[in-house]
Each structure stands twice: as structure tokens, then as C-alpha cells.
């Protein structure tokens, strides 16, 4: 369907006629002249004197290339099918950690052994894809915590960013207060009446300024609801010289605070021993927190201004062309 943006422009169209008609006359040029006794010689017979002179075509293409011109002006748009669009209002952010226990290779990803955090990238780039019409941020932290993303709909440079995510970028320890800290700060200030952050590390809270339960206290009382993922797996066997030893890689996981991070703030902790308990757990999340089925519908619309303002400066460039030429 064809639309017109600004209609209103069309009434500019009498313009060049009002400047006719109210603007004074060029003065005539009144140096030579011509003096004759008599007017009969040059008086034109009735027939001939009723028959007015033609417009030239000069007038005529401008007359044309000023309609167009003001086509142009009115924004013509042609509206397409009406698209639904999914609207959830939701703003979700996520908190990776970086720290260096985040190298423990103790996770399988499709037959091959990887560490924590490539198996954190996996499954959390699905989960991302999967949030269509939610705002996604990101925030990476170690020693310190930074905003890598803001919210945002554009959830595929979200995801691109985390891929790009590597161990030590933030520090080598862990500052889970100030990433609590950090997401509260950044939506707080979001309209939305849905905030969730969900907190994914290996270890416990070892730098920072605030305290983990401290942040978590203010999460809650902004209405920030804060689900914790604990990274790691419960034992490993190593093979030695000296026979078989078990080992725990997640003994630095501080699975109390997590789980009290969670209850204070209305959330829930998660524990992720392997691949795909985490891809689980991002399951659950879609069911816990999931996207608004309600759509707005939307015309995609393009702009067609373009057509009758480059036909307007066609027909300006082939009147001016014989002026221009005569002067060369």
C-alpha cells in the first residue's frame, strides 16, 4: 500500500504561482526603442490577436519537475505486509566469570575435552539466540567487573562479544559483589519491571569492594531477581605412578553464598557439573523466565522519495542544458 509521510508538503504545490502573481515584475529595459509615425504596420488583425501565444516546453518541464519535487517532499513510502514481532519487555542480564580457575579443562563438548568457560560460551550462545525480544547485556568479571554490552536487542553482538571472551581479560580473581554491583547499577535504570541477572562462576567471592550477600540485598530491594550458576565438576579420577587419586576441582565453589545470593533476591541456584547439566539449566531458565508470546505488529514500509526527486533534478538538468551550452 502506498503512503504518504508528510502529506502536508503538497500544499507548497501553487507556490511557483503565488510568486508569479505577488512577486513585482523585472523592470523592462528601457534604453533602445523604436520610434514609428504610425501603429498600423505592426498591429495584429482580430483572428490572430485572439489566438494566445504557446507555453514552451521550457515552462512545461518545470512545471513537471516541481510536482515531482514536491512528491519527494511528501515522503511517499510503500508499506509491506504487517510482520508480528515478539515483545517481551524483559531485561536480562549476564555475568560471566573470567577468572583463572576458569581454565580447569574439566567439561565435554562434543567428544573433546574444554574448559569452563568454552563450555560456558556453547551453551550460553544458544541460550542468547533463543531470548529473541528480550534486551540482553553482558558483563565480564574477574578481579574487577565491566559492562561489555549494555542492553540491547542486537543479541547477536552480545553473543559475538561473549565468544570473544578470554580468561584474565578482567583480573585473575573473583569480584562476584562488584558484577551483583554492576548489574544492579546498569538496570536500575531500565523501565522494564522484569530485570533478571544470571551470575555464572567456579569459585568464591575473593576481590571486590561490596560483598556478595551485601549486593544482593540491594538487588532485591531494587526488584532484581539473580539466578547463580555454579561452574565445575564434582571429582575427577587422575592416573599417577603412585595409582589412582581422586581430586575435587570445584573445592574453591562457595555453593552457600550462591544459593543465599539466589534466595534473597527471589532467584534460584543452579549447580553445572558438565555440559549438559549447564544446557539444562539454561533450559529450565527459558521455562523460569520465559518470552511473552503477546506480539506487535509492525509494516516493514520503504521510502520511494528517492524516484521523483532524481526524475525532478533530470528534467532540471535537461532544461538548463541548451543555457548551457549556448555559453560555452
Given at each position: 500500500m502506498l503512503q504518504v509521510e508528510w502529506p502536508w508538503a503538497w500544499l507548497l504545490l501553487p507556490l511557483p504561482l503565488l510568486a508569479y502573481y505577488l512577486l513585482p515584475a523585472r523592470g523592462l529595459n528601457r534604453e533602445a526603442a523604436l520610434r514609428v509615425p504610425q501603429l498600423d504596420d505592426f498591429r495584429f488583425d482580430g483572428e490572430a490577436g485572439a489566438t494566445a501565444a504557446p507555453r514552451s516546453w521550457r515552462q512545461w518541464l518545470w512545471l513537471l519537475a516541481w510536482l515531482l519535487l514536491v512528491a519527494a517532499a511528501s515522503r511517499p513510502q510503500w508499506l509491506g505486509e504487517a510482520v508480528a514481532i515478539p515483545v517481551s519487555g524483559r531485561d536480562l542480564m549476564l555475568a560471566v566469570d573470567l577468572s583463572d580457575s576458569m581454565r580447569t579443562a574439566d567439561f565435554e563438548l562434543e567428544d573433546r575435552q574444554v574448559n569452563r568457560l568454552q563450555a560456558t560460551k556453547a551453551v550460553a550462545s544458544e541460550f542468547i539466540e533463543r531470548r529473541r525480544g528480550d534486551r540482553l547485556g553482558l558483563i565480564l568479571f574477574g578481579t574487577q567487573a565491566y559492562?561489555?554490552?549494555?542492553?540491547?536487542?542486537?543479541?547477536?553482538?552480545?553473543?559475538?562479544?561473549?565468544?570473544?571472551?578470554?580468561?584474565?581479560?578482567?583480573?585473575?580473581?573473583?569480584?562476584?559483589?562488584?558484577?551483583?554491583?554492576l548489574a544492579v547499577k546498569r538496570l536500575d535504570a531500565a523501565a522494564s519491571d522484569a530485570r533478571v541477572l544470571i551470575l555464572m562462576t567456579d569459585g568464591?567471592?575473593?576481590?571486590?569492594?561490596?560483598?556478595?550477600?551485601?549486593?544482593?540485598?540491594?538487588?532485591?530491594s531494587r526488584g532484581l531477581r539473580i539466578y547463580t550458576i555454579g561452574i565445575g565438576a564434582d571429582e575427577e579420577i587422575d592416573i599417577s605412578w603412585f595409582g589412582l587419586r581422586r581430586r575435587n576441582p570445584s573445592s574453591q565453589l562457595d555453593?552457600?553464598?550462591?544459593?543465599?545470593?539466589?534466595?534473597i533476591s527471589g532467584g534460584r541456584y543452579f549447580r553445572a557439573r558438565d555440559s549438559e547439566g549447564l544446557a539444562d539449566i539454561y533450559r529450565?531458565?527459558?521455562e523460569l523466565e520465559p518470552v511473552a508470546t503477546d506480539a506487535s505488529r509492525l509494516r516493514p514500509a520503504q521510502a520511494l522519495f528517492m524516484w521523483p526527486l532524481a526524475a525532478?533534478?533530470?528534467?532540471?538538468?535537461?532544461?538548463?542544458?541548451?543555457?548551457?551550452r549556448g555559453r560555452v
Amino acid at each position: 500500500m502506498l503512503q504518504v509521510e508528510w502529506p502536508w508538503a503538497w500544499l507548497l504545490l501553487p507556490l511557483p504561482l503565488l510568486a508569479y502573481y505577488l512577486l513585482p515584475a523585472r523592470g523592462l529595459n528601457r534604453e533602445a526603442a523604436l520610434r514609428v509615425p504610425q501603429l498600423d504596420d505592426f498591429r495584429f488583425d482580430g483572428e490572430a490577436g485572439a489566438t494566445a501565444a504557446p507555453r514552451s516546453w521550457r515552462q512545461w518541464l518545470w512545471l513537471l519537475a516541481w510536482l515531482l519535487l514536491v512528491a519527494a517532499a511528501s515522503r511517499p513510502q510503500w508499506l509491506g505486509e504487517a510482520v508480528a514481532i515478539p515483545v517481551s519487555g524483559r531485561d536480562l542480564m549476564l555475568a560471566v566469570d573470567l577468572s583463572d580457575s576458569m581454565r580447569t579443562a574439566d567439561f565435554e563438548l562434543e567428544d573433546r575435552q574444554v574448559n569452563r568457560l568454552q563450555a560456558t560460551k556453547a551453551v550460553a550462545s544458544e541460550f542468547i539466540e533463543r531470548r529473541r525480544g528480550d534486551r540482553l547485556g553482558l558483563i565480564l568479571f574477574g578481579t574487577q567487573a565491566y559492562l561489555q554490552t549494555p542492553l540491547t536487542f542486537d543479541d547477536r553482538t552480545v553473543r559475538r562479544l561473549l565468544l570473544e571472551a578470554a580468561i584474565g581479560l578482567a583480573g585473575e580473581r573473583t569480584a562476584i559483589g562488584d558484577a551483583i554491583g554492576l548489574a544492579v547499577k546498569r538496570l536500575d535504570a531500565a523501565a522494564s519491571d522484569a530485570r533478571v541477572l544470571i551470575l555464572m562462576t567456579d569459585g568464591a567471592n575473593t576481590a571486590g569492594e561490596i560483598s556478595p550477600l551485601r549486593a544482593a540485598e540491594l538487588a532485591a530491594s531494587r526488584g532484581l531477581r539473580i539466578y547463580t550458576i555454579g561452574i565445575g565438576a564434582d571429582e575427577e579420577i587422575d592416573i599417577s605412578w603412585f595409582g589412582l587419586r581422586r581430586r575435587n576441582p570445584s573445592s574453591q565453589l562457595d555453593e552457600e553464598t550462591l544459593t543465599r545470593i539466589a534466595e534473597i533476591s527471589g532467584g534460584r541456584y543452579f549447580r553445572a557439573r558438565d555440559s549438559e547439566g549447564l544446557a539444562d539449566i539454561y533450559r529450565l531458565l527459558d521455562e523460569l523466565e520465559p518470552v511473552a508470546t503477546d506480539a506487535s505488529r509492525l509494516r516493514p514500509a520503504q521510502a520511494l522519495f528517492m524516484w521523483p526527486l532524481a526524475a525532478s533534478l533530470a528534467l532540471g538538468g535537461v532544461i538548463l542544458l541548451p543555457g548551457l551550452r549556448g555559453r560555452v
